[in-house]
């Protein structure tokens, strides 16, 4: 199309040659057949396996002649090679656009196996679980979430947007988080639960200075605030590397597990403060031969 006229006319012309400056292709969706919507979920769901009913849906695996057989066989074992990638290295599969991480927040309720105390965490944690029986989840038991639930329960697809009328509120979910050293002695922030945080509209006290007169005037401004409702723990067990050859007695002697963790903490902080000395040093050279350079 060559302009906007022409793309609501429809009336479209030919590429007169294959590099003809950029160029974007833009058809009209025939919502009669499907729409965008359908067309995104046909692109996901070639990495996932959601079912026969869901697939059909999407137009995925219709016929039941051997072609098609094969190819849904061949796509279930592709669906769980991603999601094996996927699980190792902790990659979101997919995310909801507008809702800040509900993806992360869903994952951590189904790790937890007990109901936190909030009325609201626990209505939650029941519906990405797909009930409120405590304990663990095993594989294979066919036990889903509810996500459209869990969406509207965090107040709909703009839950994670700023309220916008004055006296409103919103829900969101955050990440629990707690400071570390990796194992290069680097402070890091690790995910330990997630919290229930409530947004409104305050009114906050700003201080504005005046241009001309220089003169400061403190006024009452509409801000959005956070409050932390409540948090839970969900990640309770504690993993630490240690040497193959340490493993047998720290089995038979569990205190030496607090000593050992005792002494790869100062190892990784004598490391830390040897880096940060070495680098000072660094800066220091650096701002000495910039001195000695003529202007």
Known sequence: FDSRDHLLNGSARPVTHAKEGAQVEVSRINRDISSGASYAMKYLLKTVDAGDALNKQAGLFVDEDADTRKKKKQHEHNARRV??????????????????????????????????????????????????KPGRIEAGVGQRGDA???????????????????????????????????????????????????????????????GKTGEVKTKLLWRTASTVVASVRTRLTEWMLIPKKLAQQILERPQMLEQHAKETLGIKQRYREEQTILEATRLAQAARVGAALPA
């Not at 109901?115 to 990405?128: M, R, V």
């Not at 229930?196 to 200075?209: A, E, G, R």
């Open 83 to 132: 999601d094996a990638y996927r699980s190792v290295w902790g990659l979101n599969q997919g995310q909801l656009f507008g809702i800040a991480k509900c993806l992360t927040a869903w994952d951590e309720l189904r790790r937890l196996t007990t109901a936190p105390k909030h009325k609201l965490l626990k209505k939650l944690w029941a519906l990405a679980r797909g009930g409120d």
């Open 148 to 210: 459209v639930g869990f969406v509207k329960a965090l107040g709909g697809l703009d839950a994670g947007r700023t309220p916008t009328a004055k006296t409103a509120q919103r829900f969101m979910l955050g990440r629990l988080v707690e400071d570390a050293l990796n194992a290069y002695g680097e402070t890091i922030t690790r995910t330990k639960g997630i919290t229930l945080l409530m947004k409104q509209k305050v009114k906050t006290p700003l201080q504005k200075v005046n």
